[in-house]
């Protein structure tokens, strides 16, 4: 049975633990506010493309794009946003299991010949996904999670680059949703080849529209517009991938602060009947002591 002293220094330790869990949890409520607060910014910009692309779309059809052409796929691409850090509970856990999900359905699909390619992003999943065989893993350590804009624009533009020069034959983005501080959910994203479908839903979604006058033609609106449409993807995933990260790590501190609070009140507990004990003990040798 541990002594008083061992209980006492646990408690000192348990303590310590419970401030240093409870700080990780204000730190990361901040960074998950300012989080939020980009994925918001975000919107504005998303909508008023999918509305030029509804506009289009409505006037005069479908326009062909080597962004939207589908081909056989013989070499794959997964972009998986994982965490920079650690301490966010089964994050990055989820995130492996859909990956392994999505590889076996396309050495399903496209063979086992399929050549696959991994981009990770964040630091803990880099670390996790290095050490993987059968794949290939490329870094892109200029890509963390305080990169702003620009320098999403590059690792989007040189996927986009990878998928023209048909290095790739389709990109998919795996990456937790942010739908609420408790909800995180994996979801899959094809980047590119762009979705016809998707297109089709941005149209839907954008309701009545007036006429537009076009300068140049539409055709090289459209063709510009198209990187874009892949490059908020990509910000959107990412931007997701970091409230997701941030509100996690709220969710696991959180819970350990709660465990360090159970615990502090069994060594407590523990301790004050050592104690009495060590007291009940004292007494009965002296009043033993006295009898003799």
Known sequence: MATIREIKGRIISTKSSEKITGAMKMISSAKLRKAEGALRMMHPYRNQLSSVISHLLSSDGDYPSPLTEIRSVSRFAFVIIGSEEGLCGAYNVYLLKKLLERIEYVRNTYGEECQITLYPLGKKMTSILSKMQGVEVKKSEYLTSKSDSSVIREFTDDLISNYLSKN?????????????????????????????????TEQDAGGHQNPYIYEPTKQEIFLSILPLFVRVD???AIYNGRASEQAARVIAMQSAS?????????????YNKLRQQGITNELLDIVGGSMH
């Open 258 to 270: 709660d465990n360090a609070k159970k615990l502090l009140e069994e060594l407590q507990l523990d």
């Open 168 to 200: 790739y034959d389709e990109v998919e983005i795996i990456y937790p949703r942010f739908k609420s501080m408790a909800s995180q959910p994996v979801e899959t994203r094809t980047l590119l080849p762009i979705d016809s479908t998707r297109l089709s």
């Open 234 to 236: 990509m910000q959107d």
